[in-house]
């Protein structure tokens, strides 16, 4: 899945500028927004199929 290997991108290249606590945080707080949009856009295309 392409959300997966975005992350791991991201993970290179941020893990390098900052400690590791610093980045357990910050990526927690990233993968939440990716699962967080992704509930959203699907609770957003139940309602469009259940108005049709």
């Known amino acids: 899945m392409n959300v ?4 791991k991108r991201w993970e290179k290249a941020f893990k390098k500028e900052m400690s ?6 910050f990526n927690w707080g990233y993968t939440y927004a ?3 949009t992704i509930e959203c856009s699907q609770k957003t295309s139940k309602k469009s199929e259940d108005e049709k």
């Open 4 to 7: 997966i290997n975005a992350q």
């Open 34 to 36: 990716i699962n967080d």
């Open 20 to 25: 590791d606590e610093e980045f357990t945080m």
